[in-house]
């Protein structure tokens, strides 16, 4: 079946500093790979998409690669400041016996300040 | 453009109870996505809707689950015979019709069975 994973340990990084997140999967090509953040208590907002065919997108301080081979991608916020502190969800769009996005268990960051 | 909206956002209710949510999804938005979600996990699939038509549903969901989705509009997610482990938030998500659009959330219904 197809799974995807995250650090499951929370990664606590200083302000300032670049934090680097990892989404693994198997079994499964998606079409699309997309980032999410999500705050305690709240449903998780939008922040990055990445097609199969790119290598790499970026958004202000966010960066996300993505390499098909590898299955996996990497997830950068640069500069990092204590209101990132959230958890951040991968998620991948693509055909599995019906076209949906399913999504990884998260990794929690906290950035001290 | 008023979000995805979700009804109520907390509810307790006794096991053995039926419990309906209700999710208002962005107007222009096709698509439509239940999820749910418990503490420490991420969003787990349970069904979508393309306009009324229920084009998946996931086989973790049980006969004690059902979704409607009946104008194409809003949609409600009812629980039958609640048991304890239905306790999470339940997630509604909308997204226009063609793939690799962001899906875009509401704050979720947080259900509690004691």
């Known amino acids: 079946s197809q799974k995807i994973e995250q650090n499951s340990e929370a990664l606590n990084i200083q302000e300032g500093k670049t934090a680097t997140l990892t989404c693994n999967y198997t079994n499964y090509s998606p079409a699309y790979l997309q980032w999410y953040r999500q705050d305690p208590g709240r449903g998780p907002v939008f922040l990055l998409l990445i097609r199969e065919n790119e290598k790499e997108k970026r958004k202000e301080r966010l960066k996300v690669t993505f390499d098909t081979t590898l299955k996996q991608s990497l997830f950068h916020i640069t500069a990092s400041q204590p209101a990132d502190s959230a958890t951040y969800l991968c998620a991948l769009e693509g055909f599995t016996g019906g076209f949906k996005t399913i999504f990884g268990a998260g990794t929690r960051l906290f950035v001290k300040a | 453009d008023t979000g995805v909206s979700q009804n109520p956002r907390h509810k307790i209710t006794k096991r053995g109870q039926n419990v309906t949510f209700r999710c208002d999804p962005i107007?222009?938005?096709?698509?439509l996505y239940w999820y749910r979600q418990t503490l420490g996990q991420g969003p787990e699939f349970l069904t979508y809707f393309q306009n009324e038509a229920q084009l998946e549903k996931s086989r973790l969901l049980s006969d004690r689950f059902s979704a409607e989705r009946p104008k194409g509009s809003f949609s409600t997610l009812e629980i039958q015979r609640t048991e304890q482990g239905d306790s999470a938030m339940y997630l509604c998500?909308?997204?226009?019709?063609?793939?690799?659009?962001?899906?875009?959330f509401g704050e979720g219904s947080w259900l509690t069975v004691v």
């Open positions: 107007s222009e938005h096709n698509r």
């Open positions: 998500a909308s997204s226009l019709e063609n793939s690799g659009n962001t899906i875009y």
